[in-house]
């Protein structure tokens, strides 16, 4: 195809993908930089009251034709940064009584951090074994019931995510249903969403449920192209059904493995829809619902734009260096095919 | 042997039947328990015994219930629908000759098929079956067929949409969702067009940058854009959550895209061109034929990310103009009786319907359009 052309089918996509990714991602950095400010000004006001009048100054904020409040961005330099990192904190809590996990958890950027993480890489072990499992149960069943058994595995992974995660929390919460059978079997009062742990054990669930699907339709449909004859020529040569597991079938999947992994890194490391699901916020917080959070008008009725972007640069950072081996070897895959 | 090969033990089959009913009871049950509980009055929704839940006996003597007539005319009345979706090929090609196939047409008679056989549901189910209902409670031998099994009340549907205005929320997501879909398919579609059929280094490096952006939290991109949109008044207007979106959107569609536009030869165009056409009359009359099912399939995915959306909904629009997802989580967060906790819960139940039809009817689509990217790299 000439460049000419391929400029011309590519250019809307482009200007959007620039107007909209790339230029947010710049206007983020440059507001991470900047304190979002209510212009002020000093007026005097005379104040009557029965004993006479008297004249004070006050400070009130600058209203424009429509009355709302001007607001001007002010420079301050690494100062979100330093509110959300809170190196003083830090390093008085580490200094004073050791490193303390339980304190520096007490600081929201780190709460949060520690959350993400965790969460990302605990989930996804599961949802590769556990999705390769199912995947290759489903294919040695007769066809007739791999369509209705394909079926209902999607509907995990397609439900709207908040109201997954509220359907598990109703089953629950309260005296909810399987509530009340754990605690007859275990014969003690439970409540589930007094304390954060019990929430993070059903977050994690939640999510190995809704990504399972995704890794087995992949995992599946893998199956279906492994070579028949390396398996009956392993088979001859008295491999017995593990060692053709390990030395044939997870080889040939491999790069979707893969795959799964690097799409789940992606998605898990946003975790958000579950924090809203199970108002877990007063126990466990991710990256990305602290910058809902400062997003959202707080009580003095202002939202913290600065703050919010620093967290934005610093999430971003953090998903870069966690994606730096996976992009690599895509980048090195992608060019490999072009030369 | 091959039989011999891929013939399990005894063991390993019964393994496999545990791993997979274990499975399908896991992934189905919260779903369906949600379903059970927003048709019982909230006495019976929160009763600590599950078959009290189940059966819902002060449901039955206060509202009433669906007796054995009822349940087999549900199921008749499925089965029907289900039918009338198998035979649609059939249709199709009757219909065909006289209206040319496009996208268009499909998805008039798409939605043709779904109020036909709504219509035929809901007559069967609620005329139809009350008449046989009433008619054997008459007869002596019959009359206990038409005694109330299951307690069930459709209250808490009726005052989530009609009560509390839910088919306001529900226009709204569809407005985004429609938008969403439309934009980022045409966008999408040109794009991937195009990056299937060039080398050059330019569309390696947005292929690149399109992966990278993909791996970013969606609440960046509206960090960049809140204060700029509240300055100029897009603030609460459905247009900046679509177009949102559709950015959040794009770097998948255009790879997916680009994956199925792989699939057609490029001989095809190069033929066409050679023909007498221009790039676009190659694109569009010869390319563009084929690749209708890659498109829908990444419709359905577009329209997953902007019907399941919470974060951008609910930071950019307020109140009436609020989608469906953001609206429920408000209506769960307010909730002071039993009564509200079950509606909200009907509301969520009535949320996860269209989806549920969605995969009924675009199984194969999803799964195709989960691998495409997968296998082909």
Redesign the interface.
């Known amino acids: ?3 000419s ?6 250019m ?3 200007i ?2 620039t ?3 790339a ?6 950095l440059i ?1 991470s930089f900047q304190f ?1 400010q209510d212009v002020l000004e000093t007026i005097e006001r005379e104040n009557c009251d029965p004993f006479g009048c008297k004249t004070e100054t006050i400070t009130v904020p600058v209203l424009d034709e429509n009355g709302n409040k001007i607001k001007n961005n002010i420079w301050v330099g690494f100062q979100n940064y330093k509110n959300i990192l809170k190196f003083e904190q830090l390093s008085s809590v580490i200094s004073n009584d050791g490193f303390e996990w339980s304190k520096i958890r007490s600081i929201d950027f780190y709460k949060a951090l520690r959350f993400t993480l965790t969460f990302t890489f605990i989930t996804l072990p599961f949802v590769i074994i556990l999705g390769l ?2 995947a290759l ?2 294919n ?2 007769i066809n007739r019931l791999k ?1 209705p ?8 992974f ?7 995660a ?3 929390k ?2 629950f919460i ?2 909810g ?1 399987l509530t ?1 059978f754990l605690e007859n079997i275990l014969d003690k009062d439970i409540a589930l969403f007094s304390q954060g742990w019990t929430i993070e054990i059903l977050m994690l669930f939640y999510r190995v ?1 809704h990504t ?3 890794a087995f ?2 995992f599946y ?2 199956l279906q ?1 492994v070579d028949k004859e390396k ?2 020529a392993a ?1 001859v040569d008295g491999a017995n ?1 593990l060692q053709r597991l390990r030395f044939i079938i997870i080889p040939h999947i491999m ?2 493995i893969v ?2 992994a690097l799409i789940h890194l ?1 998605d898990s ?2 975790v ?2 579950e924090i ?1 699901g199970f ?1 877990a916020s007063g126990f466990r917080i991710s ?2 619902w602290m ?2 959070d400062f ?2 008008i707080d009580d003095s009725g202002t ?1 913290s ?1 600065g703050r ?2 620093a967290t ?1 640069v610093l ?2 950072i953090g ?2 260096i966690i ?1 730096i081996p996976v ?1 690599r070897r ?2 090195k ?3 490999e ?2 030369l | ?2 039989s011999k ?2 013939n ?1 033990t005894t063991p ?1 089959k019964i393994i ?1 039947s545990i ?2 009913i274990t ?2 009871i ?6 369906l ?2 379903v059970v ?1 927003s048709i019982k009055l909230p006495v019976d929704s ?1 009763a ?1 015994n ?1 078959l009290k ?1 189940i059966i819902g006996p002060s449901t039955k003597e206060q509202v009433g219930g669906l007796s054995f007539v009822n349940f087999i005319f549900l199921f008749l009345s499925i089965y029907l629908f289900y039918k009338l979706y198998q035979i649609r090929k059939i249709l199709f090609d009757l219909i065909n000759p006289i209206l040319k196939f496009s996208l268009i047409t499909f998805f008039i008679l798409f939605i043709l098929y779904i109020t036909i056989s709504f219509i035929l549901f809901f007559l069967i189910q609620n005329n139809l079956s009350e008449f046989v209902n009433i008619l054997f409670s008459n007869l002596e031998f019959l009359k206990i067929f038409s005694y109330p099994i299951i307690g069930f009340t459709p209250q808490h549907y009726l005052s989530v949409w009609v009560g509390n205005e839910f088919y306001k929320q529900f226009l709204n997501t569809m407005i985004v969702t429609g938008g969403v879909v439309t934009i980022s398919l ?3 579609t ?2 991937g ?3 299937a ?4 280094m ?3 490096w ?23 949109f509240i300055n100029y008044g897009l603030y609460g207007k459905k247009i900046a959550v679509i ?2 979106l ?2 959040i959107n ?2 998948f569609t ?1 790879w997916m895209l680009r994956s199925f536009f792989m699939n057609i030869p490029q001989d095809l165009d190069e033929a066409a061109q050679i023909d007498g056409c221009n ?1 676009f009359q190659a ?1 569009w009359k010869v390319v563009m034929p084929l690749m209708w099912p890659g498109v829908i399939t990444t419709g359905l995915f577009s329209f ?1 990310l902007a ?2 959306d ?2 951008v909904a ?2 950019l629009l307020d109140g009436q103009s609020q989608t469906m ?1 953001p609206a ?2 408000q209506y ?2 307010m909730e002071t009786k039993m009564t509200d906790l079950v509606e909200s ?1 009907a509301a ?1 139940a009535s ?2 319907a269209p ?2 039809l ?3 009817f675009f ?1 194969k689509q ?2 195709s359009g ?2 495409q ?3 082909k ?1």
């Open positions: 195809m000439k460049k052309t391929f400029l011309v089918f590519t809307p996509s482009f959007m993908m107007l909209f990714i230029l947010p991602l710049l206007i983020v507001q979002n499992i199912l149960c489903v040695v069943l369509g058994i394909i079926f209902i595995t999607l509907l995990p397609i439900i709207t995510p908040v109201i997954g509220l359907s598990i109703w089953l309260g005296d249903i009340l449920w399972i699907p995704f339709v992949i449909a893998g192209t398996i009956e088979f059904r790069p979707l795959f799964v992606m490391y946003r958000f829809d809203v108002s990256l990305q910058t809902y997003l959202r939202r734009i919010a972007s934005s999430t971003m998903i870069i994606l992009l895509t980048f895959e992608q060019k095919k072009r | 042997m091959e090969l891929f399990l390993l496999v791993t997979i499975w399908c896991i992934a189905l049950f919260p779903l328990w949600i509980m929160f600590s599950p839940v045409t966008v999408g040109l794009a067009y195009g990056l059929r060039s080398n050059s330019i569309a390696f947005l292929l690149i940058f399109a992966l990278i952006f993909r791996a970013l939290p969606h609440s960046v991109l509206v960090t960049g854009y809140l204060e700029p177009v949102l559709v950015a794009q770097p255009i790039p694109f997953l019907y399941n919470y974060l609910a930071l997802v429920i989580m769960f967060n819960i969520a949320i996860t989806l549920f969605l995969v009924m199984q999803i799964v989960l691998t990217g997968a296998v790299g």
